[in-house]
């Protein structure tokens, strides 16, 4: 089966405004959803936004995703269907 981008879908979206760090709850179509940690937001010189991989984590991404961490297991938790 081939990957069908209009059946992927951002539920929640989180950003470290200091690193551009991305938390997001995905789901692909009527799969469970999912945290992802990555990619990485900023801007360019031009004003464009751009994105990279996350990458390894700095000590700034870890306390942020330390902070929110509780908000997005709550988020997660009640999109989860039990099984």
Do not use: H
């Amino acid at each position: 089966m081939a990957f069908e981008p209009e059946k992927d879908k951002e539920l929640k979206r989180w950003v470290c405004d200091e690193t551009g760090l991305v938390v997001t709850i995905n789901q692909y179509a009527d799969a469970q959803p999912k945290v992802q940690i990555g990619p990485r937001v900023f801007q360019r010189k031009d004003g464009t936004t751009s994105q990279r991989k996350a990458g390894r984590l700095a000590m700034e991404d870890l306390l942020w995703l330390y902070e929110i961490i509780d908000e997005v297991k709550e988020d997660l938790s009640r999109r989860v269907k039990p099984e």
